[in-house]
Nanobody, 127 residues
Framework: QVQLVESGGGLVQAGGSLRLSCATSGRAFSTYAIDLMGWFRQAPGKEREFVAAITWSGGSTYYSDSVKGRFTISRDNAKSTVYLQMGSLKPEDTAVYYC?????????????????WGQGTQVTVSS
């Protein structure tokens, strides 16, 4: 199995920044051909929404239009950790943020394409 643990959420004022981390563990990365790491978010009453993704192998990055230019996804292969640096935060960024792991070739923006999920971390942006 693959374990994902998010951290770094909290309360921040609009215009502020936060950095989320997703620590990964487990020996099943190669078994499941895991190469894609994604961040999703879900606000109350809304569907889970794609935020950003990155590949372990080549470091290719993908962003939703709503966060492009404000958020940066990165990974540290040695630490098996993925980060989401969030800047210029807005109240509409308030949500529970989830880290997810998917197989090579998965469609990056579809939650159903990811095989493993973390428990989520709350991000609240006050106006």
């Amino acid at each position: 199995q693959v374990q994902l643990v998010e951290s770094g959420g909290g309360l921040v004022q609009a215009g502020g920044s936060l950095r989320l981390s997703c620590a990964t563990s487990g020996r099943a990365f190669s078994t499941y051909a895991i190469d894609l790491m994604g961040w999703f978010r879900q606000a109350p009453g809304k569907e889970r929404e794609f935020v950003a993704a990155i590949t372990w192998s080549g470091g290719s990055t993908y962003y939703s239009d709503s966060v492009k230019g404000r958020f940066t996804i990165s990974r540290d292969n040695a630490k098996s950790t993925v980060y989401l640096q969030m800047g210029s935060l807005k109240p509409e960024d308030t949500a529970v943020y989830y880290c997810a792991a998917g197989r090579r070739g998965a469609v990056v923006s579809r939650p159903g394409e990811y095989d493993f999920w973390g428990q989520g971390t709350q991000v609240t942006v006050s106006s």
